[in-house]
């Protein structure tokens, strides 16, 4: 049986439009959800939360993914083992208290040593998410006042 020429040529064209299709929509799919909304007082705008690793008996690491709304960030605050923020995605800030603001984007890692007092969160204009990882082998968070936003836009 012989198949027609121009019956061919439209099965693969439909078979490379699909498949490049299904590409686009795997390409942009999220590796994680955000999680759920912070409700705490430790931030300003919206920001969500999913705990990707979390402390137990034989790990006192944790990892979670937050994602901030443009413009929300954390108060400041500082961890006594210290912090490290893996850009996921967007552009964001991160300042340790009397030194400028940094930007962050995805791909960057910070190092925030212990005790520093510093805040991070989203630009002005784009979403950002970051990985945080810590401890708690030597306390948990300690928590301050909300970075202001005469101070964050500077």
């Known amino acids: 049986m012989k198949i027609n020429p121009i019956y061919s040529t439209f099965l693969i064209l439909t078979l490379l439009i699909g498949c490049n299709e ?39 690491m944790y990892a979670g993914l ?9 108060n400041w605050h500082s961890h006594p083992a210290g912090q490290i923020l893996i850009v996921t995605k967007g552009e964001g800030y991160y300042q340790e ?22 805040w991070h969160g989203a630009s002005q204009n784009s979403e950002f998410a970051h990985i945080a990882i810590s401890s708690r082998d030597k306390g948990p968070a300690q928590w301050f006042q909300p970075v202001t936003d005469d101070k964050y836009s500077k």
């Open 66 to 74: 937050v994602t901030f709304e443009p413009g929300a960030r954390t």
């Open 22 to 60: 299904a590409t686009e929509i795997h390409k942009d799919a999220a590796l994680f959800s955000k999680g759920e909304i912070i409700t705490n007082e430790n931030f300003t705008g919206t920001a969500w939360l999913i705990m990707l690793a979390t402390p137990d008996s034989l790990n006192t």
């Open 97 to 118: 208290e009397g030194k400028d603001k940094q930007t962050m984007l995805q791909g960057e890692t910070i190092k925030c040593l212990p005790n520093i007092k510093h």
